[in-house]
């Protein structure tokens, strides 16, 4: 198929999905007799259809919509009809009462009119509100169909012949077709980050706002990534909810790790220690490197606040204090709502079964972190950031009623974080611990920029530990015992040999214990081997496909 037939296609379909969905929308708000529980499931599901209209206008409509590139990306178009496809399908059923009831769908419908398949235009508003949903009020025909059996409701001659289109309205069936929706959604929402990466003009919200529906920022979850994109656009005035109070900011570089710890106000310190700015033969070098530190500062501060607001999975930021005697930054974090004060668990922790409290994760859970941290980084890198100091030790469990929440990991340890676009500051230590989890090219003095590829090698480790659940410093220093007992040095291994053993273990033992799928993906990430550059917006795509998807619990 051409891409412009292609591309038809695509809206054609989106299009009959909203007229559908629409369509049992109103007709749900429009029975007058719900239960409790009735009620709230069409709630949630004008509430789905509202988050499709909102993608489908984000997506597909003029003013920076996917059309107007020349240049089309056929990964992305093909992921975008493979969703459509299915939503269709969905409401396939459905398809056939609204012919003979909706008047909208009669009217409009790409698929009744073969003129309205052939254009890019809306024919229709998509800005209708829709219906309340009805107090509750016996006795209507729609009413007995929502909330009687299906026998009981189609006692009457006159319906008899169609009874069984009407049990589609039926609660139980309502309830399925409600998942399907929510799960096609939650994959049409999932490619927003990489709709941001064709779109690099994106980036201040105020600018998007003039072409888009505001409403359609914050329901599409465009928001917080049109934030974290606007943080890299300007180091200056970025005012912080809690500045420093004392002497203003003084650090030159952030070398040192931070060390966390929990007060008795639930509240998670991290310690960033800083040193010297080092002399230079003129004056103003290290003035001037000091200001461009502070405004990092600053920077890396409203990261932190934006992020946890959105719930990119990264805590809630309270702010951060400069504490120049000790030569260290503290920031200062909430513990999610409804969590326990408790000291949170690392992945490290879990993995090593250091907390007799914390079992082994189940298959399911291991896949659940999995995808939870790979998409949260896909999201940064999609605002254009990078972490930098990702690995196990840096991903956090926190409990509810001494329960380990482990469908909800978060990101910590962003004292390295910064922009793509920054300059690096080409500082080192020679930590193992960490060293594990650093490319190649970025263990010892660094001579490359970093950049997104080297967050990804990181995510290759990470995902390498949970799939085989041991420690990538144990899988390292075994090696080193095995070279040292047949006569080896037993030492420091080569970065490259460090890759090389990794790679061996996912291709060797990953695909028993997680499935091929997984075990190609951690391999794609320790390789980099991508076809598409990291500044081009094909790579989010093509990371989506290789390693997002690869990761799925549904590919064994």
């Not at 024919?123 to 026998?151: A, H, I, M, W, Y």
């Not at 949170?344 to 409290?357: A, E, F, H, M, Y």
């Not at 590829?453 to 995902?463: F, K, N, P, Q, R």
């Not at 410093?473 to 090389?500: A, F, N």
Request: glycine letters at 6%; charged letters at 25%.
């Amino acid at each position: 198929m051409d891409p412009v037939s292609f591309g038809l296609t695509i809206f054609a379909t989106f299009k009959e999905v909203y007229l559908i969905s629409r369509f049992v929308c109103k007709t749900i708000s429009s029975v007058n007799n719900y239960k409790s529980e009735q009620r709230d499931l069409g709630t949630e599901f004008c509430q789905e259809f509202l988050l499709f209209r909102s993608l489908g206008r984000l997506f597909l409509l003029q003013n920076n919509g996917v059309f107007d590139d020349d240049n089309l990306n056929e990964d992305w178009l093909t992921q975008l009809k493979m969703i459509f496809d299915k939503l269709k399908v969905v409401f396939l059923e459905y398809s056939k009462i609204a012919a003979g009831l909706d008047e909208d769908y009669r009217a409009y419908s790409p698929f009744l009119h073969d003129a309205y398949f052939k254009t890019k235009c809306i024919e229709f508003s998509l800005d209708d509100p829709l219906p309340e949903l009805s107090t509750p009020n016996r006795g209507t025909f729609l009413s007995r169909l929502l909330v009687e059996p299906v026998k009981n409701a189609f006692k009457a001659p006159l319906f008899s012949k169609q009874s069984w289109k009407w049990a589609l309205f039926q609660r139980a069936e309502l309830q399925k077709t409600l998942q399907k929706f929510h799960k096609w959604n939650k994959k049409l929402n999932s490619l927003v980050p990489i709709f941001l990466a064709f779109r690099p003009q994106l980036s201040i919200p105020e600018r998007f706002s003039k072409v888009k529906k505001e409403d359609d920022i914050v329901v599409a979850g465009l928001e917080p990534h049109l934030r974290l994109r606007q943080l890299t656009s300007s180091k200056q005035n970025l005012a912080i909810e809690a500045p420093p109070t004392g002497t203003s900011l003084t650090v030159t570089s952030l070398l040192e790790p931070s060390n966390s710890r929990v007060t008795n106000e639930k509240t998670l310190v991290e310690y960033k220690y800083y040193s010297p700015v080092e002399r230079s033969s003129t004056f103003d070098e290290p003035i001037l490197q000091q200001a461009r530190n502070e405004a990092s500062i600053h920077q890396l501060a409203k990261l932190l606040s934006s992020s946890g607001k959105y719930n990119l999975h990264t805590l809630p930021f309270k702010g951060y204090l400069n504490e120049m005697e000790e030569g260290r930054y503290k920031f200062m974090f909430a513990h999610p709502e409804g969590t326990s004060p408790n000291d949170p668990v690392s992945l490290r922790d879990v993995v090593q079964g250091k907390d007799p409290n914390c079992k082994r994760l189940a298959l399911s859970a291991r896949f659940q972190v999995a995808q939870v941290i790979t998409m949260a980084l896909a999201a940064f890198h999609a605002g254009r950031w990078v972490h930098k100091g990702l690995r196990s030790e840096s991903i956090k469990f926190f409990k509810k009623d001494s329960v380990v929440q482990y469908d909800n990991p978060y990101l910590a340890d962003f004292e390295y974080s910064r922009p793509e676009s920054d300059e690096t500051l080409f500082t080192y230590d020679d930590d193992i611990e960490k060293n594990v989890y650093r490319h190649p090219d970025r263990q010892g003095p660094p001579s490359v920029q970093f950049t997104k590829i080297h967050d990804i090698y990181a995510l290759g480790v990470v995902l390498l530990e949970i799939g085989m659940w041991r420690t990538a410093s144990t899988i390292y220093h075994e090696y080193c015992k095995v070279v040292k007992q047949r006569g080896g040095s037993g030492g420091i291994v080569d970065p490259k040999i460090c890759r090389e053993i990794f790679m061996d273990k996912a291709d060797g033992n990953l695909p028993h214990s997680m499935g091929r799928a997984y075990a190609d993906a951690v391999s794609t990430c320790l390789a980099g081997r991508f076809d598409n550059g990291i500044s081009d917006g094909a790579f989010a795509m093509e990371f989506h496909d290789r390693v997002v998807e690869g990761i799925n619990i549904k590919k064994i």
